[in-house]
């Protein structure tokens, strides 16, 4: 036999079956919403980490230090109060020095690939236009182990730099505004040398500040551009496991003083961003669960009021004040089971459908990301149950409080 | 257990800035095997006695003995307990739940209980509906039945879990002169029965046929104290 409260709880509910369902569809709705928008938000951030992610190194070591170097006084007496004013400090050439040594310690560990680079600024012009490009010199063979760029070329092939010490990638929005294509040349130029390169292939990312400023040369070409012959200011470390980049990176500061920045420095500002915009779709989406929760607690405070003699008399032969709570804690808890299950059920269709929907990225292939993991249902059937559950106490416990007595004699 | 209720000076007022006395000083004895009426004019304290009685109520002094045991010590759970499992009430409306049939508005304090298995239980109501001759009104809704149907299912209802005790308030108050008369016969076989049976009632016909009537005015008990 039903347990008698679980039995009065369904007989509520089915008696008042429109207000039910009312109830049902709001946690539905709320649930389906958090999931779809969640599953949009996921699917967006999953999209953008693993393009800036993916395409870029996921460690960068550069010829920089975090802190300056302490000075011999200072180092000479490290318990005494030393200031040491007016420093003329060296002027060493700039570049990480024995970045060779590094590069190969680097690629002799498991599941590291490292690859030396030279960043610097150069004019690419074309037609009497000048371009500023942020130029990047690079040994392809070994790039192409660090960088995902080669799965983003749209023309030519990133090898073909290695084949041909002139060549020049550039990505396409940068080549389209100057107007040039797959093997035309431009001449590339710094302050202190410039050259003619020829155009062997175009890229493409979907990022703007890489699509439109990036132009990808051989290292020696970089060097010879700058006047600065076997040195590199950066080396591109990428990693079988992406966890692994903070440890490594503090290894390598430790080991050899060059400034190390794991991927999740160098994107830190736009992970704040994803982490803020989380918690915005979160309190937005909870916010409907909670309006959804209202929804139960309005139908279940009109069935204790309605049903004040019905407790007044179930307390008078003896139901205790925890059964008459279990009662309406029960119906906010179907309300929400059959709300969540709903929910999950109608955020995977309208996932799915916001997934079919195209992305405006220009590629009539791309649809809008989408990305449903099983804890984002989770946190969905938490809070649905966590509202239907919290509407359902207050009632319950006013319920549970009422004098039968007062209500008996009100109705004599 | 004999089955004897006794009131031991019981004072019942309810505060507030101009407290109320509802009953006073009221000791009165009821034995198995009797029926006892209370009667008194409206606002008197009838009422108030009997939930107190019943354990529905706690007096603000004075105690209510079952069997010789006090119930002043008693929480709210405890006087729960005793009234499902001693205690059976017939108000003047019916109070049954609408969402259910008879058999199952019989059937709950059983199942709120718990002494009885699911089919002994239904077996229970049949009979309970049986002997009140409803046993073919077991699937109505309260909503098909007649005022003098639904009491008849209130009585069997407080019959349920076999009670020593049945307390009535006005059970008859909402019937008419056929009905209510029938409704006293059953309380009075139910006396018969050895049950402890004390009913409020307005109708000095009916009280005239119970064993005894206690009178009470103003919360007083006027006649029909225990010497």
Known sequence: ????????????????????????????????????????????????????????????????????????????????????????????????????????ALNAEQGVAAAPSLIGQVIVRRAGRDFAVTGIGVDPQREMR??????????????????????????????????????????????????????????????????????????????????????????????????????LAETIERRWGFKSAPWEETYARVLDMFALQDKIMFFTTAAILVVAGFGIFNVISTIVMEKARDIAIMRSIGMPSGAV??????????????????????????????????????????????????????????????ASLAAAWLPARRAAAADPLSIIRGAA | MSGDLKARALRRVLPGPAPAILVDSASAQFQSGSLTAITG????????????????DAPTSGDVLLDGQSTAALDNDDRARIRLERFGFVFQFHFL????????????????????????IRRRADDLLGSLGMSDLREKLPGQLSGGQRQRVSIARALA??????????????????????????LRALAGDGRTIVVVTHDHDLAQIADRAIHIIDGRITSGQPS
């Open chain 2, 161 to 186: 879990n076999d009670p020593q005790f049945v307390l009535g308030d006005e059970p008859t108050g909402a019937l008419d002169s056929k009905n209510g008369a029938a409704v006293f016969a059953i």
């Open chain 1, 1 to 104: 036999m039903t347990p008698l409260p679980l039995s009065i709880a369904f007989a509520h509910l089915f008696a008042r079956k429109r207000q039910s369902l009312v109830s049902i569809v709001g946690v539905t709705l709320g649930v389906a919403i958090f999931i779809a928008i969640g599953g949009l938000m996921n699917g967006f951030h999953g999209h953008f980490r693993s393009q800036l992610v993916e395409t870029n190194p996921h460690v960068v070591i550069s010829d920089e230090v975090r802190t300056a170097a302490p000075q011999p006084l200072t180092l000479l007496n490290p318990d005494g109060a030393v200031e040491v004013r007016r420093v003329v400090p060296r002027d060493p050439v700039r570049g990480i020095a024995g970045a060779s040594a590094m590069v190969d």
């Open chain 1, 146 to 247: 660090v960088t995902d760029l080669v799965n983003n070329m749209v023309a030519g092939g990133f090898d073909a730099l290695a084949s041909d010490p002139n060549g020049l990638i550039l990505g396409r929005e940068l080549a389209d505004k100057m107007a040039v294509g797959l093997g035309d040349t431009v001449l590339v130029a710094t302050t202190a040398s410039q050259a003619r390169l020829k155009i062997v292939g175009l890229f493409h990312t979907g990022i703007d500040a890489e699509d439109q400023t990036w132009g990808i040369l051989s290292l020696s070409r970089q060097q010879a551009l700058q006047e600065r012959p076997r040195v590199v200011n950066q080396i591109h470390i990428r990693l079988a496991d992406l966890s692994r980049s903070i440890p």
């Open chain 2, 97 to 120: 739940l609408p969402e259910l049939n008879v058999a199952e508005n019989v059937m709950l304090p059983m199942r709120q209980l718990g002494n009885l298995g699911p089919a002994s």
């Open chain 1, 325 to 386: 709570v279990a009662i309406f804690l029960i119906e906010g808890l179907a309300v929400g089971v059959v709300g969540v299950l709903l929910g999950c059920l109608a955020g995977w269709g309208l996932g799915a459908l916001i997934h079919m929907a195209p992305a405006p990225t220009g590629n009539p292939h791309d649809t809008l990301p989408m990305s449903l993991s099983a804890d984002l249902f989770g946190a969905a059937g938490l809070i649905g149950m966590a």
């Open chain 2, 41 to 56: 004019p409206s606002g008197s304290g009838k009422s108030s006695l009997l939930y107190m009685l019943g354990l529905l």
